[in-house]
């Protein structure tokens, strides 16, 4: 039975949240091992910095393999596509937990990037299809709810797992994560068949495109400010922690939730108001509060509220910013998302740099104001460059095809 997008349209959102169940299985990948570290250091008879790498091989995997295998898949309906994904990290993780040896783990760690790369791009950009411009914010959003849900469930019992039954049946669980959806979206989505160039040259036409690189760096750079003050939490917040990991804890817990409200609440702003204006006041108004934290590291009572309004807004970026790659180079919806993806990685990968560097030449309490003029630089620059092609309110458009059984 042929089902055509309007019709899929009307049930874009509970689309869009069987695609968020994968985002899920993949942030928590992403997420869950830097807790699962020193059980798998010992296991492996290695260092916790060389166990680490681990985390770095994951990201660059996943950064260098996410355009390039947006494009050479883009002929291929947005369902097979998903579900080779999922095959590929559960495949990975599969691979990681028989691994004998560190070794071993390096290679299968890359599979499992690249099973994540091919997903959370695609889950965005088949999201988004069926819900049409006018609603691609919110469908964003809800495939995005993955991603911040899984920091704040899917690590945490990731970790539990494994010190329960060690760190190899943590990667038992995220296969079964994967198992569980594929049947799932095999069964729910439709076979949506998003524009491709038919070379692969006309497929990475988008990178000669300044505008798509101008949004792409404004990505990098928003995000190397976004992570700083959170990767660098424990230390920013060191004199209301001191030492106590429990509190620690809880103040993740408190940024996650908070992330996951403003997120959603970032796509139906979007749509609104037009991402662009969406994320130079996410910007503006993060860079005001990290600026605030700087005095409100010394209180817990002001550390709080603080890190709450810095968990709304630092999640609020992501899926203004996928609307706007989008909406520069629609016919490449797949490929632009994925490039953004790459480039989210980017940064985060350079904030543990960048803040590193920052503290060893500003001190603790910098840190902040380090992220803030970050934050105020990406914002300047989305207020210098030019509307997309197409209105960013934009009706939907009949710009994808979907066939289902």
């Given amino acids: 039975m042929t089902q055509s997008v309007a019709e899929a349209g009307t049930r874009w959102r509970a689309h869009a949240l069987v695609l968020a169940f994968?985002?899920?299985a993949v942030g928590t990948d992403a997420y869950v091992i830097a807790g699962v570290l020193p059980e798998l250091a010992h296991s492996l008879d290695i260092g916790v910095a060389a166990a680490g790498q681990l985390v770095t091989v994951f990201a660059i995997g996943y950064a260098v393999l996410s355009?390039?295998?947006?494009a050479l898949t883009s002929h291929w309906s947005r369902r097979t596509v998903l579900l080779t994904a999922l095959v590929l990290f559960a495949l990975g993780n599969v691979a990681t937990a028989l691994a004998p040896g560190y070794g071993a783990v390096l290679a299968a760690r890359l599979l499992a990037a690249a099973g994540?790369?091919?997903?959370?791009p695609n889950a965005a950009a088949t999201a988004a299809a069926l819900a049409g411009a006018a609603k691609r914010g919110q469908a964003f959003s809800i495939v995005n709810v993955g991603l911040s849900s899984s920091l704040v469930l899917g690590a945490p019992l990731g970790t539990a797992i494994g010190a329960l039954?060690?760190?190899r049946a943590t990667m038992w669980f995220l296969t079964a994560l994967a198992v569980l959806i594929s049947p799932i979206i095999a069964w729910r989505l439709p076979s949506v068949q998003l524009p491709a160039a038919a070379g692969l040259r006309q497929r990475f036409a988008p990178l000669g495109d300044r505008r798509v690189l101008g949004a792409l760096a404004i990505t990098v750079i928003a995000f190397?400010?976004?992570?700083?003050?959170?990767?660098?939490?424990?230390?920013?917040?060191?004199p209301v922690i001191e030492g106590r990991q429990n509190l620690l804890t809880v103040l993740l817990l408190v940024f996650g939730v908070a992330g996951t409200v403003g997120n959603l609440t970032a796509g139906h702003v979007a749509d609104r108001q037009g991402p662009r204006r969406v994320v130079v006041a996410v910007a503006v108004l993060l860079?005001?509060?990290?600026?605030?934290?700087?005095?409100?590291?010394?209180?817990?009572?002001?550390?709080?509220?603080?890190?709450?309004?810095s968990g709304l807004l630092s999640w609020s970026v992501l899926?203004?910013?996928?609307?706007?790659?989008v909406a520069l180079r629609p016919e490449a919806s797949a490929l632009v998302v994925s490039l953004n993806a790459a480039a989210v990685y980017l940064g985060v990968s350079l904030s543990g740099v960048l803040g590193a560097a920052g503290l060893n030449l500003l001190g603790q309490a910098a840190l902040p104001l380090l992220g803030s003029a970050f934050l105020i630089v990406a914002a300047l620059l989305t207020l210098a460059t030019g509307r997309p092609r197409e209105p960013e309110t934009a009706q939907p458009s009949p710009s994808a095809s979907a066939t289902g059984s």
């Avoid at 994540?116 to 959370?120: H, K, N, P």
């Avoid at 899926?319 to 790659?325: A, K």
């Fill in 224 to 238: 190397v400010g976004i992570f700083i003050p959170y990767t660098y939490i424990s230390v920013v917040y060191a």
């Fill in 67 to 70: 355009p390039v295998l947006a």
């Fill in 165 to 167: 039954w060690g760190w």
């Fill in 116 to 120: 994540a790369a091919m997903y959370t």
């Fill in 22 to 24: 994968g985002t899920f």
């Fill in 319 to 325: 899926s203004p910013q996928q609307h706007r790659v």
């Fill in 287 to 309: 860079a005001v509060v990290f600026g605030i934290a700087v005095v409100a590291r010394e209180s817990l009572w002001a550390a709080i509220p603080v890190i709450v309004v």
